[in-house]
């Protein structure tokens, strides 16, 4: 499938809610990928083409990082396509070993993530993948994590990206890359 027509055909599946959670935002729905046979193979197929290189280098790595929960979900289907490891950032009090934990800062509040201390080893490298990319402070604190347990990472994927919100900033240092945006949000 071309890019271009597979890119347009997710954007088309997003379902978009206005005014929810609050009035003049636009939530963006990604349920509706996920449980969509054709939809689902086709983001995973443009995630994929991005970490082979399209039409450059391929991208070299150890393990896929998920955040939960959506990324869990792409995490283990492009680990399982691709080879690797996956690795879980979690919501506190999910994971049953030895963890890390990285309190941050969101644009409506705080929230914490972990990580089992074992998940990244020093020199591993990893590419970090989510669902959506908003304002960018999940996904820097994710990089934190595994920056910490000695993990390089090569690649940052989203299916999604509302770039009004400004989350790229924050992942500057990175290869930062989404399949879609929707630009207003």
């Known amino acids: 499938m071309k890019e271009k027509n597979g890119r347009e055909f ?3 599946t997003v379902r978009s809610i206005p005014d929810y959670p609050k009035k003049g935002i636009i939530f963006r729905d990604l349920s509706t990928v996920f449980q969509d046979k054709d939809a689902f193979a086709t983001a995973l197929e443009l995630l994929e083409d991005r970490i082979r290189g399209g039409s450059g280098q391929p991208i070299v790595f ?20 691709l080879g690797g490891g996956v690795v879980m ?3 506190p009090g999910k994971l049953p070993y030895r963890r ?7 644009e409506y509040g705080k929230d914490a993530m972990e990580i089992h ?3 990244v080893i020093p020199g591993d490298r990893i590419i970090l993948i989510d669902d959506l990319l908003a304002t960018g402070g999940t996904a820097a604190a994710a990089c934190k994590l595994i920056e910490e ?3 390089k990472i090569v690649m940052i994927l989203f299916l ?7 989350g790229r900033e924050k992942l500057k240092a990175y ?6 945006g929707f630009e207003g949000d």
Do not use: C, H, M, N
């Open 10 to 12: 997710l954007k088309d």
């Open 175 to 180: 290869d930062t890359q989404a399949i879609i």
């Open 62 to 81: 150890d393990k896929i990082a998920g955040i939960e929960a959506r990324g869990f979900i792409l995490a283990g289907a492009l680990a399982a396509r």
């Open 117 to 119: 201390e074992d998940a």
């Open 89 to 91: 950032l979690r919501k």
């Open 149 to 151: 347990g000695g993990g």
């Open 100 to 106: 890390r934990s990285i309190e941050y800062t969101l």
């Open 160 to 166: 999604v990206e509302l770039p009004d919100l400004g």
